[in-house]
């Protein structure tokens, strides 16, 4: 089992799925709309396909963070 | 309540709920796998979970099931093997990795009887309901 904080710029949470839960599941059932800004796991930035790539195949097995960023333009 | 069985490098911990039954309440209501404790109680500290294949795993957060006993009471089973240890106390080194989860894998398995009934009950009820046109 694996505890993921999972969130954007204004709100985070707190969930424990399993290892064979794909990111995108974790995404959805938190409400986080990952359509706009940047994904980041851990601190690394996520490439296209890699949200349907379960925790287990990147490796983790405790803890992590999935978080949407989304920069706001300079004006 | 759960046990621990070590054989060899082999530990295999014995949930006291059957496979299924982890698979029916996983279906029907998967929030009654977690554990909520932290601060103000809301925060999931724990989570009981079904894979389809594997050996299965126990840590800090959770268990996940993917075998039952080879019994006729087919209890959810993990089996994992524990080689790390040259202490000689074999049963001391387990409960020191594995002591914290297996508490809250016997919390959370208290709970379960009484989901299974309310499951029940909810599906005989469905089950009423529903004609088969003649």
Known sequence: ?75 | MAKATISGDAVVITSAVKLEDYKKVKKYRPNALVLMGGEDGKEPIFRVGVLPNGAGSIGKYGAEFAKETRDEEKLACITMLFTGSSEANIKEAVADEIGAAVLNLNKLELTIPGVLEEIAAEKAQILESITVAQ
């Open chain 1, 1 to 75: 089992m694996i505890k993921v904080t999972v969130g954007n710029n204004v709100k985070r949470e707190t969930v424990i799925v399993d290892s064979a839960t794909t990111l995108r599941q974790v995404l959805e059932d938190a409400n986080i709309d990952y359509t706009r800004g940047t994904m980041h796991l851990d601190g690394s930035s996520l490439n296209p396909g890699d949200l349907d790539k379960t925790f287990s195949q990147f490796g983790i097995t405790e803890k992590c963070f999935l978080l949407n960023v989304v920069k706001a333009d300079n004006a």
